[in-house]
T-cell receptor, first 118, second 111 residues
Framework: GAVVSQHPSRVICKSGTSVKIECRSLDFQATTMFWYRQFPKKSLMLMATSNEGSKATYEQGVEKDKFLINHASLTLSTLTVTSAHPEDSSFYIC??????????????FGPGTRLTVL | SQKIEQNSEALNIQEGKTATLTCNYTNYSPAYLQWYRQDPGRGPVFLLLIRENEKEKRKERLKVTFDTTLKQSLFHITASQPADSATYLCALNQAGTALIFGKGTTLSVSS
């Protein structure tokens, strides 16, 4: 149980294009999903917290107009990197927290999306 | 500001020994402390959660301790195996908030 998927797993795009990453909780409902970014040999850095049906809360220094987050249902959140540039190249990981059940304190992570902007 | 330190960036041990990883934190009073395993190019996988009112938790070969006075958690893997080689992340949070992660300790178990 508690499986989170991400799609795509890897994407290469040209500078200036937009990229959408999907995060789905497959076997549970998630009221809250989180988006993290991880650079090589660095820790996961929280970008934003999204609650189903409401606007995402962004961490300091994260541009909300550049990283658009939509949490349209209890099982799906999307992150769109708009007008991507090479410095946006990173490993993007989502996580979800169950709405009910014994593991509401735990976050379950997706497998990550490797974004490379040329 | 909140700070989480995992003292060793890398830890090398021999198969069969017990691996002990340390997590210290400052300027924070977490309700939960969690340990995750991360393999290269993959997302973190949840291992154990311990609450502020718990001193120790076990799961198979894993044991976690939580000392809120010392602001420290120890993570033990007994009878370690080469398959345990990975990066182990310590993470903290309050109820309902996002996890804050340490940088991780990369464990290498040699046969």
């Amino acid at each position: 149980g508690a499986v989170v998927s991400q799609h795509p797993s890897r994407v290469i795009c040209k500078s200036g294009t937009s990229v959408k990453i999907e995060c789905r909780s497959l076997d549970f409902q998630a009221t809250t999903m989180f988006w993290y970014r991880q650079f090589p040999k660095k820790s996961l850095m929280l970008m934003a917290t999204s609650n189903e049906g409401s606007k995402a809360t962004y961490e300091q220094g994260v541009e909300k107009d550049k990283f658009l987050i939509n949490h349209a249902s209890l099982t799906l959140s999307t992150l769109t990197v708009t007008s991507a540039h090479p410095e946006d190249s990173s490993f993007y990981i989502c996580s979800a927290r169950a709405a009910s059940g014994p593991h509401t304190d735990t976050q379950y992570f997706g497998p990550g999306t490797r974004l490379t902007v040329l | 500001s909140q700070k989480i330190e995992q003292n060793s960036e890398a830890l090398n041990i021999q198969e069969g020994k017990t691996a002990t990883l340390t997590c210290n934190y400052t300027n924070y009073s977490p309700a939960y402390l969690q340990w995750y395993r991360q393999d290269p190019g993959r997302g973190p996988v949840f291992l154990l959660l311990i609450r502020e009112n718990e001193k120790e938790k076990r799961k198979e070969r894993l044991k976690v301790t939580f000392d809120t006075t010392l602001k420290q958690s120890l993570f033990h893997i007994t009878a370690s195996q080469p398959a345990d080689s990975a990066t182990y992340l310590c993470a903290l949070n309050q109820a309902g908030t996002a996890l804050i992660f340490g940088k991780g300790t990369t464990l290498s178990v040699s046969s």
